[in-house]
């Protein structure tokens, strides 16, 4: 079953590529698609009891331990239902691209097979060839179908993920050296004897996926030109990637070095958090803006995790400190994917993300801007949405772990976050009028239909948290307690 | 090795390859010029049953035959390679030479330059090797020149002079290691002293010119800017095969001592030189040129750690033949198309989607992108380098695979750019394009069925 999960897409995409159709039908297959995965991943988490589920185990290359390997547990079923969720919306949200759509449409279904099977991979050579996959994706959607310089930031884009990526499958070396395979289950059962470097191999590639500071430079031009859905996916998975492969290979598979290093990996994350928001609080471009407050939020994760492998500290508050990384990951998905949407709406009336262009919108748009604000909220952690729920267990697990100065730093990051959305706010949607807000018309109601179910979940998450944590936070317990071996 | 044996029966592929050679030679003195595609189906029958017999020679046990020649798995996935490309190559070329006046010479001449490419993997004697090695050579020079025009004479005279020299180079080593040891085998009697470093270098030299790596790499980009299309897939793809074979043998048999750093050096200069001069290249078949030289770079790998991890032997097996089927069909993409330069792929992905994307997966495919048969085989060399105490190199490695990222994107772009389309492409080198990336990335897919048949596993 998750198999057909993660090929679903591919096959949705292979029937456009053969036959000729007609926009509408493309149209229909994709929405279809995305929306029987999602059914799919529903039943699948209605289903789960404990531990590994869903396991499939085929052979690939048996002669160097690697194979087709996949299940889901409680830190990749969250990830893997927010990616669901919003391809599905991204296809609802394109519905009027009109550029080569039987392309787009393929692309984008090839992503979710990519992302999909990369949060299910279960081999750490599987897991790569989805997280190579994502780049070449990427690349063409970027390429094909962004504005401004976009083939610039396209190749800078690939050669710098792919240098990450290659850096990646170096440490992944290192781990199948010092232990004999490829399988994630067999490697977390006995850790190898790694050494630092294949740590900082590991460590930096998933780095520059993630990303944090000081690699994070590929991401804002990636993310201003590419195309509103790409800029949604791109932040809301893509970057999970870099994360997911944090608590999934990095803590448990060299939980050693992963203590030994806990502090560098908080000074990374610490930095990212405040580098991220006062690099945001300095745009003028909007969508430039949200690049920035990724780098942000990503920080609390890495923080979070960094804080995981402090030998001092009880598991509870590590335990909370892992569990407020996925949950910061999955609501990062949604608040993030919903802004980039909006700033997609920005271009398409006005060809423009210059703040300063703008003024006034509340008064053209108001259900527009109504989005804008509860996403921007959510975004700044505001209590009630998902942004919340997810930084005040980061907060609480780091200080109780025992870096009480980082965590009181990072809580200046969410006081940043907090002045850079409500001066957007202010200089955009509120005020005068600017030169660009005549041309701002209403959402329609298939950007609605794609935004507001995202604002739903995060509110869903931020009121009633339980069904999500609860999936969570045994996952979380175990990642603990590999680490702390 | 196991026995030594004097059956003929042991050296059956190359004998079809040699007697679909001859016969081909024959017949087309005797068919009128308009009726020489007879030819093509001669050879390319002889090369269909020596792939047969190879194949039955893999179930087999290893033999030594003549005492000179290895009848093993290297030499066998030799075998079906070269021979599996040779018959591609064959096909891509039939379309372009109908009713030539030398027709049925052109295949003669590839089929022999493809037996004398296996002559130098099984090869466990050095004047063995050295036949083979002129062999493989002297049809590729009067392959360069068919032609007869400019770039042609131009393309064969640098291949010739540069790959003469080299060989008597080569063969003043084996001559000096004949005067050391007493013996040309690559099994010296035991108290006999190994080739001494100078023997080696001068060895060396030859084959390095047949793998196209620095710095005997001089040839490579004016022979397959100036031959015709399917003879550059011919000669940057062909010869290679048997040679990394050939050279991984000596390597492990022959070369014993201090050569390792030396090789590593080589591989770095290859990768890295390669890789620089394809930036900004606009003909594709220069590009596709120095990507063969960067190419090597990454082969010569795990034989460096030869001997050194049980992954060397499969990596480069695997490597070898992946590579092979990648190169091949972009070059049959440029045969297809029979445009040169970057920006008449303008367009290409909306004229002929099926063939940009044959030739999106192979540019993919040498970068080494999963799931195509390169990145297994890069994975594997990787591996083997950093198993064999030569980490820093599979890191250099990997800097340099990035690097090429950039001119591969350079052609990839073009296609799907809106441009005016190029003129109807070649409909059967399209097909050998599609099926070369279809079984691009068949081998990566099925990588573990390849890689079982190499006795060695993990370290």
């Given at each position: 079953m998750l198999s057909v999960v993660i090929f679903l897409p591919l096959a949705a995409a292979a029937l456009l590529v053969l036959p000729r159709l007609g926009r509408r039908a493309v149209l229909g297959i994709w929405i279809g698609a995305a929306a029987v995965d999602l059914a799919l991943v529903l039943v699948m988490w209605l289903g789960y009891g404990s531990g590994i589920a869903h396991e499939t185990r085929l052979r690939w290359i048996p002669s160097i331990g690697a194979g087709y390997h996949v299940g889901v547990d409680g830190l990749s079923l969250p990830l893997i239902a927010m990616t669901a969720v919003l391809f599905l919306l991204c296809a609802v949200y394109s519905v009027r691209e009109t550029r080569r759509p039987r392309a787009y449409a393929a692309l984008f279904l090839f992503l979710q097979t990519v992302c999909t099977g990369l949060f299910a991979a279960l081999d750490l050579l599987l897991f790569f060839v989805f997280f190579d996959l994502s780049i070449v994706g990427m690349y063409f959607l970027i390429v094909g179908w962004g504005h401004g310089e976009a083939r610039r930031s396209a190749l800078q884009f690939f050669l710098y993920t792919f240098l990450g990526s290659l850096v990646l499958l170096l440490g992944f070396i290192g781990l199948f050296l010092?232990?004999?395979?490829?399988?994630?289950?067999?490697?977390?059962?006995?850790?190898?004897?790694?050494s630092a470097l294949v740590l900082l191999a590991i460590g930096l590639g998933l780095a520059i996926k993630t990303p944090t500071v000081p690699v994070h430079t590929w991401l804002p031009p990636a993310h201003t030109d590419a195309p509103a859905a790409g800029s949604a996916i791109l932040a809301g998975v893509l970057l999970k990637m870099g994360t997911y492969g944090l608590v999934r290979i990095a803590m448990p598979m060299m939980p050693q070095a992963w203590r030994a290093y806990a502090w560098v990996i908080i000074i990374v994350g610490v930095v990212s958090v405040l580098y991220g928001a006062l690099a945001a609080l300095a745009q003028e471009n909007i969508k430039r803006l949200i690049a920035y407050t990724s780098v942000n939020h990503m920080g609390y994760i890495v923080l979070a995790l960094g804080a995981a492998g402090l030998s001092s500290g009880a598991s509870r508050a590590k335990d909370l400190a892992v569990t407020g990384a996925v949950t910061q990951m999955v609501s990062h998905g949604l608040l993030t994917g919903a802004l980039f949407l909006l700033t997609g709406v920005l271009w398409d009336r006005a060809r423009s993300y210059d703040a300063g262009r703008?003024?006034?919108?509340?008064?053209?748009?108001?259900?527009f801007t109504a989005l804008a604000t509860v996403a921007a909220f959510g975004s700044l952690g505001l209590p009630g949405l998902s942004g919340f729920i997810a930084e005040f267990q980061i907060f609480i697990g780091v200080i109780g772990t025992g870096a009480i100065v980082a965590g009181a730093l990072s809580i200046l990051g969410i006081l940043i976050t907090a002045a850079l959305f409500l001066r957007l706010l202010h200089r955009a949607f509120l005020g005068e009028p600017g030169e660009l807000t005549g041309r701002m018309l209403e959402a329609r109601p298939?950007?609605?239909?794609?935004?507001?179910?995202?604002?739903?979940?995060?509110?869903?998450?931020?009121?009633?948290?339980?069904w999500l944590l609860d999936l969570i936070e045994p996952a979380s317990a175990l990642v603990v307690s590999w680490v702390s071996r | 090795m196991s026995s030594m044996a004097e059956n003929p029966l042991d050296l059956l592929p190359e004998l079809l390859i040699l007697l679909g050679a001859v016969a081909g030679l024959l017949v087309g003195l005797f068919v009128p010029r308009r009726r020489q595609r007879v030819v093509a189906w001669i050879c390319g029958l002889a090369l269909v049953s020596a792939m047969a017999a190879a194949g039955y020679a893999m179930t087999r046990p290893d033999v030594m035959a003549f005492e000179a020649f290895a009848v093993d798995l290297p030499t066998n996935v030799t075998r079906l390679a070269v021979a599996g490309m040779t018959l591609l190559i064959v096909l891509l070329g039939s379309g372009r030479l109908r009713g030539h006046s030398r027709e049925s010479e052109w295949y003669v001449l590839v089929l022999l330059a493809a037996l004398g490419t296996i002559v130098l993997a099984g090869a466990s004697d050095l004047l063995v090797f050295v036949a083979g090695y002129l062999l493989a050579s002297i049809p590729a020079y009067a392959l360069a020149g068919f032609g007869k025009d400019a770039h042609g004479t131009e393309a064969a005279l640098k291949y010739y002079l540069m790959g003469t020299f080299l060989g008597v180079v080569m063969l003043a080593g084996v001559t000096l290691q004949y005067g050391l040891s007493g013996t040309t085998s690559y099994t010296p009697a035991p108290g006999v002293p190994a080739a001494a470093g100078v023997a080696v270098l001068l060895v060396l030299a030859g084959v390095l010119f047949k793998v196209g790596a620095v710095p005997a790499h001089f040839w490579v980009p004016d022979a397959t800017q100036g031959s015709s299309a399917p003879v550059a897939a011919f000669i940057t793809t062909v010869p290679k095969i048997g040679a990394f074979i050939g050279l991984l043998r000596l390597a492990t048999e022959v070369f014993?001592?201090?050569?390792?750093?030396?090789?590593?050096?080589?591989?770095?200069?290859?990768?890295?030189?390669?890789?620089?001069?394809?930036?900004?290249?606009?003909?594709?078949?220069?590009?596709?040129?120095?990507?063969?030289?960067?190419?090597?770079?990454?082969?010569?790998?795990?034989?460096?750690?030869?001997?050194?991890?049980?992954?060397?032997?499969?990596?480069?097996?695997?490597?070898?033949?992946?590579?092979?089927?990648?190169n091949v069909g972009a070059f049959a993409v440029v045969v297809a198309t029979g445009a040169d330069s970057l920006t008449s792929y303008d367009g290409l992905g909306r004229r002929s989607p099926l063939l940009a994307f044959a030739l999106l997966v192979c540019l993919l495919g040498l970068v080494g992108t999963p799931p195509t048969g390169v990145f297994v085989a890069k994975l594997l060399a990787f591996a083997a380098a950093w198993d064999g105490g030569y980490a820093w190199l599979a890191v250099i490695a990997v800097f340099n695979t990035v690097a090429s990222v950039f001119y591969y994107l350079r052609w990839i772009v073009p296609l799907f750019r809106p441009g005016e389309p190029p003129a109807e492409p070649h409909p059967a080198a399209s097909r050998v394009a599609e099926l070369s990336a279809l079984l691009s990335i068949l081998l990566g897919l099925a990588s573990g069925t390849f890689l079982a048949l190499s006795p060695s596993g993990p370290p």
């Open positions: 010092a232990g004999g395979t490829f399988d994630m289950v067999e490697l977390i059962q006995n850790p190898p004897a790694a703008f003024g006034g919108i509340a008064a053209n748009a108001p259900v298939s950007e609605i239909a794609a935004v507001a179910p995202l604002l739903l979940l995060s509110l869903a998450i931020g009121i009633a948290p339980r | 014993a001592g201090t050569w390792r750093p030396v090789l590593a050096v080589i591989a770095v200069a290859t990768m890295t030189l390669g890789n620089l001069a394809a930036f900004y290249q606009d003909n594709v078949r220069r590009l596709l040129a120095y990507s063969t030289i960067s190419q090597a770079g990454y082969l010569l790998l795990p034989v460096v750690v030869a001997g050194q991890s049980g992954l060397a032997q499969p990596a480069l097996l695997f490597y070898v033949a992946a590579y092979a089927v990648t």
